[in-house]
């Protein structure tokens, strides 16, 4: 399978500060990424989707101002939480899709993030 | 709309079989997934099913029957490390992932 990593594994940061997550497709380029969050006990949430060169697609009701994405290589996404609040601790997992095969996703090790 | 049903938690015993079911309602269909949770960590993938049938794969195998939009996860020859969650995860027309919450497995000595 792909390796897909994140960066970092884990982040602590304080109410109000902007956290960077970095997603790399290690081993092949690829046009297209998923951001997930994950509450506890809960299912997988798609929060948008991520096309190299171009804007994210932002799933219903998650605030684009908020978490902002940024696909500027093939090979790297990075999610933004801006202005972070408790209420936005989660674990947070990208996936990475393989050419436009879509049964080809592969998931990253997911950071967890918490915030005071 | 969109929904997963999948037993919220099973237990079984170390070197049993255990059969996961889900049933799936989505619009449109292009595949159904599925996955490991390890707590605290993400899916991993297990397998993919587009046609009607059986698969398998060493000690998993994953069935599908599109009509009745049922699949199982038949798991072999239980491993204590087999203690996870797993995800029942189809694909609709958009190709966007529909995901439920989860099967809970629980394995004992």
């Known amino acids: 399978g792909a390796v897909v990593s994140q960066h970092p594994s884990r982040v602590i940061c304080k109410s109000g500060t902007s956290v960077k997550i970095e997603c790399r497709s290690l081993?092949?380029?690829?046009?297209?990424m998923f951001w997930y969050r994950q509450f506890p006990k809960q299912s997988l949430m798609l929060m948008a989707t991520?096309?190299?060169?171009?804007?994210?697609?932002?799933e219903q009701g998650v605030e684009k101002d908020k978490f902002l994405i940024n696909h500027a290589s093939l090979t790297l996404s990075t999610l933004t939480v801006t202005s972070a609040h408790p209420e936005d601790s989660s674990f947070y997992i990208c996936?990475?899709?393989?050419?436009?095969?879509?049964?080809?996703?592969?998931f990253g090790p997911g950071t967890r993030l918490t915030v005071l | 709309g969109q929904n997963i049903d999948q037993p919220t938690e099973m237990t079984a015993t170390e070197g049993a079989i255990v059969q996961i079911n889900c049933t799936y309602q989505t619009s449109g269909f292009n595949g159904l997934f599925w996955y490991q949770q390890h707590a605290g960590e993400a899916p991993t993938f297990l397998s993919y099913?587009?046609l009607d049938g059986l698969e398998e794969k060493g000690r998993f195998s994953s069935f599908l029957s599109r009509s009745k939009g049922y699949s199982y996860l038949l798991l072999k020859e239980l491993q204590m490390k087999d203690s996870a969650s797993y995800l029942c995860a189809p694909m609709d027309s958009n190709y966007q992932l529909i995901w439920g919450a989860g099967t809970k497995l629980i394995i004992k000595p």
């Open positions: 996936s990475v899709l393989r050419g436009s095969s879509y049964n080809e996703q592969f």
């Open positions: 081993d092949f380029q690829a046009t297209t």
């Open positions: 099913n587009v």
């Open positions: 991520s096309n190299e060169g171009s804007k994210a697609t932002y």
